[in-house]
């Protein structure tokens, strides 16, 4: 018989953003036209369960049991909530290429969840709606990180800058200044999620709760007001950042380094060990990138990137029939 194949990919995503931590994220597409993110590709499988293969430069750091992988078991969950409402799925293969680094603050785990339910629920016709979707994709991505937020899922499956209510699935589509560009710089090492939240406290002094939230409030203002040199003075994060810097060996430097060559701001993406600076001219992306390159990047693995925001999110980018 005759049976489709669909290939899906999610882009990668900064979370935080600085100024919004747990509740921006920003989809991330690179100028030169590099695909960062991870590709899902799914097709009928030769028995009656689920199957996954796993390829990509970042394979290597997913577990070697299957049913360890966040994929997997995006698909069984998948599969439970689809037929508690009417459709029946039939298990699928399921192709994951991991192009995104585990542990980098790129939103690895959320790109594989987002590509993953998002090529599910096409494949069979669309059985959950968005929201549903979305909830599903939080409570994967969850599992991972150790904690539901859509800082990631958000602006992985919807693109562009995207504001998140935190304890909900409420999230909003904001402006993201066509000039800017985020030179994002992944060092080649790994940060583990729940690590890095740890080192963060339980409680915030409220001066400095007062003064970030209204620094939030402003960043917002100033990007639907379009003045983009005042939104980029809005991005300081005093929340996780003074705590999370020792975790990042050269970001002071590189702090310092990017000021002085024109960087508007610069952060840390998600919880690190990528950081990002934001430029509005050619010029100062190139040579950001080319100090980052020679600076802050440790292996081979690492990489530098100037992206735009990647407004499409999680799309079809392959579509098949194969005979079985």
């Keep these: 018989m005759t049976d489709k194949i669909l290939t899906v990919f999610a882009p990668a995503s900064s979370g935080n953003l600085s100024v919004g931590f747990d509740a921006l994220g920003l989809a991330l597409a690179p100028m030169d036209g590099t695909l960062l993110g991870d590709i899902v590709e799914l097709q009928p499988a030769a028995d009656d369960d689920w199957a996954l293969e796993v390829s990509g430069p970042f394979a290597h750091a997913l577990p070697e049991d299957p049913e360890l992988n966040v994929v997997l ?125 740890t080192v963060v406290p339980e409680q915030v002094d409220r001066n400095v709760a007062i003064a970030q939230g209204a620094r939030f409030a402003r960043f917002i203002h100033e990007l639907h007001s379009g003045d983009t040199k005042e939104a980029a003075k809005c991005l300081v994060d005093e929340i996780a950042e003074p705590y999370r810097a020792d975790l990042l060996p050269g970001f ?36 950001s990138l ?12 690492g990489f530098v990137h100037v992206c735009k925001a990647d407004l499409e999110g999680a799309r079809v980018v392959g579509r098949g029939r194969t005979d079985t």
């Design 73 to 197: 078991s995006s698909c069984r969950r998948f599969q439970k909530e689809a037929e508690s409402a009417d459709t029946l799925i039939k298990p699928l293969h399921v192709r994951l290429n991991k192009r995104l680094p585990v542990g980098s603050g790129l939103g690895s785990s959320a790109a594989s969840v987002v590509a993953t339910l998002v090529g599910l629920n096409q494949y069979f016709n669309r059985p959950l709606s968005r929201l549903t979707l979305l909830d599903l994709m939080a409570e994967m991505e969850g599992s991972i990180s150790g904690g539901v937020h859509l800082d990631n899922i958000a602006p992985s499956l919807m693109g562009g800058l995207r504001l998140c209510v935190p304890g909900s699935s409420t999230q909003y589509a904001l402006p993201w200044p066509s000039s800017w560009r985020a030179v994002v710089a992944w060092p080649g090492t790994q940060l583990n999620t729940r690590e890095a939240r």
């Design 290 to 301: 080319t100090w980052l390159r020679s600076h802050y990047v440790q292996n081979e693995q």
């Design 252 to 287: 002071s430097e590189a702090r310092q380094a990017l000021i002085e060559l024109g960087a508007l701001a610069i952060g840390i993406s998600g919880s690190g060990p990528t950081i990002f600076a934001i430029v509005d001219d050619q010029r100062v992306a190139e040579r």
